[in-house]
């Protein structure tokens, strides 16, 4: 086994020169000028960069893909550069191992193992695969060609090349351990139900409220167009929003319960709906409309479709017991939780984000809004159910959200009956540098100070001061302890069925 280990720089050795002895024999032409400025067009990283900066104009994946490369090729060139370069010191070849024309000027001073070129390349190539597959298989050929131009031209021996592909193979099979290829969304499911037909809207109650995010002067009449039987009613600013959707539902000869405002208005239909037995029609009169969304109805035409066939699907719906006032004589007030609820600096983190999201876009605006919200902000202690935590965020969603990391963005089921538990704490060492790293590199979602569960019942008690608990969307201050729990199937709502 000495023996062995002795003569493999030798032969490794002669096996390059063997190598770079028949791209020598290769007859002259455009190919030399091709692969010469094909290698300079890599230095320093600067083809990748390039590339990264035109996929990062297309939001999404391609956005992500590109990041996710430009990480896994920082990670090679790091290693390269800084470590293998100076462990394994290598001579460069010489003029005479290649004609002089095609000698990269001027040749590098550094160790020739391993190829940084190469391994840049690999790496973010590779990278980019990981998350687009198609991507990665375009930049292919590029990547080979980079890799092979180093030989071409002189600055690397062959096994400089293949070593430091191994490297750029490996930081971005590493970058996938803390950056990992989100799975695919499951299909979206509900248990259908019946509810009365409503033909041009005969039997719908609708309550508008005024202080909803998209509503204007025309949206009554535009209801009132679509659907023309149904009983519409405008809840002005002065007017309580509760009463007002009790008012509508109460009504003789309603048979269902619509309802255009935002996430906070919703809700409180849903429990109105409960309350008086009537299948609720969400109309898409908030800024998010998330429930609308998630329920199949996000314009009007859908909305209409299911109510005039009678399609519905049954819900959960969150209960939240909430202990406000002096701990001597506590207030206590039932509300009910259709999408989410947040705790500690949540609620700033949502409307930075919507603030930033029509320039920025959703992904890149949620990370400028995390990273703002931290950097100031400062973290509350809780008790859930009994454990006592520093909590920066405390999220409950009813029902399971996908992605499974720190930003849901969409709930395929709605019956479920879970509680989406999502927490990032403060109770490590170093918390706040470690939830800004966490933020900066996108890894919040692999990070230790995250923790994800499920279940149907949670309670979270002050340790002290009061807390802001936001329920869809609605803040209420001076909460002392809420109680979280699930109602199976609670309610119906109009969605239009999948066809089969």
């Known amino acids: 086994m000495r023996s062995m280990l002795r003569k493999a720089p030798g032969r490794l050795s002669r096996l390059d020169r063997k190598l770079v002895r028949a791209v020598s024999a290769l007859p002259a032409g455009r190919h030399d000028d091709f692969f010469r400025r094909l290698s300079a067009a890599a230095n320093n990283g600067r083809l990748w960069l390039g590339i990264a900066g035109v996929l990062a104009l297309f939001p999404g994946k391609t956005r992500r893909a590109a990041l996710h490369g430009l990480l896994a090729q920082g990670v090679a060139s790091g290693v390269t550069n800084l470590g293998f370069k100076t462990l394994l010191p290598r001579a460069r070849p010489r003029p005479e191992h290649l004609p002089v024309f095609r000698f990269v000027h001027p040749q590098p001073t550094s160790s020739s193992m391993p190829s940084g070129h190469s391994a840049s390349a690999v790496a973010f190539t590779l990278g980019v695969g990981i998350i687009r597959p198609w991507l990665g298989a375009a930049l292919a050929p590029v990547a080979a060609g980079v890799a092979y131009s180093r030989v071409h031209t002189g600055a690397h021996w062959p096994s400089d090349v293949v070593f430091g592909s191994a490297i750029g193979a490996g930081a971005a099979l590493v970058t996938r351990k803390w950056w990992p290829v989100r799975p695919p969304f499951p299909a979206s499911s509900c248990t259908r139900a019946r509810a009365p037909e409503l033909p041009e ?39 309580d929003v ?7 539902a109460a009504r003789p000869g309603i048979v269902a319960l619509g309802v255009w405002g935002g996430d906070g208005t919703v809700g409180t239909a849903a429990a109105t709906a409960v309350e008086h037995s009537l299948p609720l029609l969400v109309l898409p009169g908030g800024t998010l409309n ?143 540098l470690r939830l800004l790293w966490s933020v900066l590199t996108g890894t919040i979602a692999t990070s230790g100070i995250t923790h994800l569960s499920e279940t149907s019942r949670i309670r979270v008690e002050t340790a002290g001061s009061p807390m802001v608990l936001a329920v869809d969307g609605e803040a209420m201050p001076g909460v002392r302890a809420a109680e979280f729990s699930v109602k199976r199937g609670a309610l119906r709502y109009y969605s239009p069925w999948p066809e089969r």
């Open 201 to 239: 809207g005969e039997g719908l109650g609708i309550a508008i409220n005024t202080l909803g995010g998209s509503y204007a002067d025309e949206t009554a009449a535009a209801l009132q167009k679509v659907f023309p039987r149904a009983y519409i009613k405008k809840i002005g600013p002065a007017e």
């Open 242 to 248: 509760a009463a007002g959707i009790a008012a509508v």
């Open 290 to 432: 998330h429930f609308a969304r998630d329920a199949g109805t996000p314009t009007l035409t859908a909305a209409a479709e299911a109510a005039s066939r009678g399609q519905a699907a049954l819900a959960d719906v969150g209960h939240v017991a909430v202990e406000r006032g002096r701990p001597d004589s506590p207030e206590t007030l039932e509300l009910t939780m259709l999408n989410t609820a947040g705790i500690g600096l949540y609620p700033n983190l949502v409307r930075r984000r919507e603030r930033l999201q029509p320039a920025l876009g959703k992904p890149l605006a949620g990370v400028v809004a995390m990273f703002r919200t931290f950097a100031a902000g400062t973290p509350t202690t809780l008790i859930v159910d009994g454990v006592r935590h520093k909590l920066w965020i405390m999220y409950v969603g009813r029902g399971r959200y996908y992605p499974r990391d720190h930003a849901p963005l969409m709930r395929p089921v709605l019956d479920d009956g879970v509680l989406d538990l999502r927490m990032i704490t403060a109770d490590e060492p170093f918390a706040r």
